[in-house]
């Protein structure tokens, strides 16, 4: 089984200025990793993925995210955001069978003016 | 691209009613997940099918029952509706019953019950 945490529920910050929003995962197998935007009343859109190969993975939005397995960790990171990027931030990770995808709880992302 | 089709979008049903939730995946994607997101919370695992089989069972309640069929498209059946159960539903597909290449997710359905 895998489980995921997202430590920030909520994440604000000025237009323009970089974020980090934090990602740890447990597993006892290995897994893939993924990051879901979910813009307000909308459904689940695929931002970016780790599967094998390069621990860092980029979007074409400009978002990025390093799987670290020491750190058990799949951060995702952007240096200059923007007012469209206000959303919610969902990690979520699989083992790669049958039980689909375990999320966490979510990282509101609220961009300041 | 062909995405992941879910229909309806809105549904609206009463206490103790019925409602059946369908879901096409993209074409050539064999194995279809079902989640439901509650207002303000993460989407939640509830049953997935691959090749027409049931393939794990999450946190779905005996309420709810959930079949695949010939043509891969997916229908969520819920009967005895309670107002715990409003929620977004979303469905997700990928191929060969193994998430290596991802998951794409449907726009979802959103049943309010009332």
């Known amino acids: 089984a895998q489980s995921v945490t997202q430590l920030d529920s909520q994440v604000p910050v000025f237009e323009e200025a970089p974020v980090e929003l934090r990602c740890n995962y447990s597993?006892?197998?290995?897994?893939?990793l993924f990051w879901y935007v979910q813009y307000p009343n909308q459904g689940l859109q695929l931002l970016l993925k780790?599967?094998?190969?390069?621990?860092l993975v980029k979007s074409i939005n400009g978002f990025e995210a390093e799987f670290n397995k020491s750190q058990t960790s799949f951060h995702l990171r952007k240096p200059s955001v923007h007012i469209s990027d206000t959303a919610e931030y969902f990690c979520a990770v699989s083992g790669g069978g049958a039980d689909g995808l375990t999320f966490g709880k979510g990282t509101h992302l609220i961009i300041q003016p | 691209a062909a995405g992941v089709i879910q229909s309806p979008r809105h549904l609206i049903k009463e206490k103790r009613e019925t409602a059946t939730l369908k879901c096409y995946p993209i074409p050539r994607h064999d194995t279809v997940y079902w989640y439901q997101q509650g207002p303000g919370q993460d989407p939640q695992f509830l049953i997935s099918?691959?090749?027409?089989?049931?393939?794990d069972k999450g946190s779905i309640p005996d309420r709810f029952s959930a079949q695949q069929f010939s043509d891969y498209h997916s229908e969520l059946n819920m009967s005895s509706l309670e107002l715990g159960d409003s929620a977004l539903y979303f469905c997700?597909?990928?191929?060969?019953?193994?998430?290596?290449?991802?998951?794409?997710f449907g726009s979802g359905t959103r049943l309010t019950v009332v």
């Open positions: 780790y599967l094998s190969g390069s621990t």
């Open positions: 997700a597909s990928s191929l060969a019953g193994r998430g290596q290449h991802g998951y794409t």
């Open positions: 099918f691959y090749e027409k089989m049931q393939s």
């Open positions: 597993s006892s197998v290995s897994v893939y």
